[in-house]
């Protein structure tokens, strides 16, 4: 399951970005993910519920923007959605193509709670 090492990844990179923002936990996180991604939205979940235990995104309100699937014809440039790699250009039928979007997967923001001053 690649799903838990793509979570803990996401953990490492909003810990040490929180940390260098001199934030004291994380409280929200949102998320791109390409429906061509390779990852399975359910095994995604258990893996989140798992690897977020005892961490600075173990209360934090996560958002997922599935970022759909673009592709432009390298034979006719012909631009459209595609929802598998092997999927073949509705309008000539060719294999061959340029993938605009969909394989994404980053942190687009978080939302940082700040240590108190000391007086």
């Known amino acids: 399951m690649h ?9 490492d990179i909003a810990t040490a970005e929180m940390e260098k923002a001199g934030g004291q936990s994380i409280l929200e996180i949102e998320l791109d993910m390409g429906c061509l991604s390779s990852i399975e939205m359910n095994a995604f979940e258990f893996a989140w519920m798992q690897g977020i ?12 923007n599935r970022i759909e699937g673009r592709a432009r014809c390298l034979d006719c440039s012909n631009g ?27 942190v687009k923001t978080m939302v940082l709670s700040q240590a108190a001053p000391s007086p």
């Open 3 to 11: 799903e838990l090492s793509i979570v803990l990844s996401i953990v």
């Open 80 to 106: 459209f959605a595609l929802q598998h790699f092997y999927d073949a250009c509705p309008a000539c039928g060719s294999h061959r193509m340029d993938i605009l979007q969909g394989k994404e997967l980053s």
């Open 53 to 64: 235990k005892e961490t600075a995104l173990e209360h934090v309100v996560k958002k997922v």
